[in-house]
C-alpha cells in the first residue's frame, strides 16, 4: 500500500475535472497537496475546500506547463517553501482535435509541451528525491487514445502513447527502489477537455465520472502497477489495437472519430 498520510502530492491540472478529483482524494487520505494549474482563482477556491474539509495543508502554484522552464520554476518554488513532494501526479493535459493542416502550429506544439515535455520535466524534477528516500510515487495520466493512432487527433493520441512508454520504462527502472511510475488510461471521462478543445462529438463511449479514475489510479499505485486502465469496457476495447496492424488500428479509430465528427 502506498503511504499517504501525512505525506504530500503535487497535481498538475489540479483547477478541474481529474486533477481537481485527485486533489480532493489525496486529501481525503490525509496528504498535503500541492496545486498546480493555470486558473490560480479556481486553484484557491479549491484549496480552501478541501483544507476546511480534511485539515490538512494546501499549496497553489500557478504555472502555464507550455513554458520550457515550468517544471525547474515549480522544483524551486517548492524548494522554497520547505515541501518534500512524496506523490507527483502529471495530470494537466489538453486535446487538439481536427485534420491535421487545419490545427494551429502553435497550440499543437503548446500540447506536446504540456503533454510530453512538462511530464518529463517535473520527473526529472522530483522523481531523484524520491529515489534518495526510496519511497514514493508518480502517476502520468495518459488515456486510451495512445494504444493506437488516431487520425484527427493525431497529436494528442501520439502525445500520450510517449506517455505510457516512458511510465513504464520508468516503472522498471524504479521499482527495485520502493518508487512507483504508474501510467493512467482514462477513457473517456466527464471533464471539460472536450469541451475546451471544441469537440464534443470526439468523446466516444458513455463517460466515467473523474472520481472514478481517480480511485482506478490510486487502487493501481498501491497493487504498484505500471500501467492501469480505468474501467472495464475501456479495458477491454484497449486489448484490439494490441491485436491488430497498426495501420489498421488507425483506419478503425480515424473511422469513429470523423463519423463522430460530421
Ligand atoms: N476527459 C477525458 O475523457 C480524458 C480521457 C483520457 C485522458 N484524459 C487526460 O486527463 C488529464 C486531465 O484532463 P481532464 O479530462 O481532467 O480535462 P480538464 O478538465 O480540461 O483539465 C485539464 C487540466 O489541465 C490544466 N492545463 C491545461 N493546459 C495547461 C497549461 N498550459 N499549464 C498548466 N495547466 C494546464 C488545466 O488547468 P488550467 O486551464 O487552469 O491551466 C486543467 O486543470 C489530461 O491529461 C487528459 O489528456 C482525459
Not at 74 to 82: L, M, N, W
Not at 233 to 239: G, W
Amino acid at each position: 500500500m502506498f503511504q499517504y498520510q501525512g505525506k504530500t502530492a503535487l497535481i498538475t491540472g489540479a483547477s478541474s475535472g481529474i486533477g481537481a478529483a485527485f486533489v480532493h482524494a489525496l486529501a481525503a487520505r490525509g496528504m498535503s497537496v500541492i496545486l498546480v494549474a493555470r486558473s490560480e482563482e479556481g486553484m484557491n477556491s479549491l484549496a480552501a475546500e478541501v483544507k476546511q474539509k480534511h485539515q490538512v495543508q494546501t499549496h497553489v502554484i500557478a504555472a502555464d506547463l507550455s513554458q520550457l522552464d515550468a517544471a525547474s520554476k515549480i522544483g524551486q518554488i517548492v524548494a522554497e517553501r520547505g515541501l518534500t513532494v512524496d506523490l507527483l501526479i502529471n495530470n494537466a493535459g489538453f486535446m487538439t482535435h481536427g485534420p491535421f493542416e487545419s490545427i494551429d502550429p502553435a497550440s499543437e506544439t503548446n500540447e506536446v509541451m504540456v503533454n510530453i515535455a512538462s511530464v518529463v520535466g517535473l520527473t526529472h524534477t522530483f522523481l531523484p528525491g524520491m529515489l534518495a528516500r526510496r519511497a514514493g510515487g508518480v502517476i502520468n495520466v495518459a488515456s486510451v487514445a495512445g494504444f493506437q493512432p488516431i487520425p484527427y487527433l493525431a497529436v494528442y493520441a501520439a502525445s500520450k502513447a510517449f506517455v505510457i512508454s516512458f511510465s513504464v520504462a520508468l516503472w522498471e527502472e524504479c521499482r527495485d527502489r520502493n518508487v512507483c511510475v504508474m501510467g493512467l488510461c482514462p477513457g473517456t471521462t466527464s471533464t471539460e477537455l472536450f469541451d475546451r478543445a471544441s469537440a464534443p462529438e470526439a468523446a466516444l463511449g458513455k463517460p466515467r465520472t473523474a472520481q472514478q479514475v481517480v480511485t482506478t489510479a490510486l487502487n493501481g499505485l498501491d497493487k504498484k502497477r505500471s500501467l492501469i486502465v480505468d474501467g472495464l469496457k475501456n479495458r477491454l476495447l484497449s486489448l484490439g489495437p494490441r491485436l491488430i496492424p497498426r495501420w489498421f488500428a488507425a483506419q478503425c479509430a480515424g473511422k469513429a472519430v470523423k463519423s463522430k465528427t460530421k
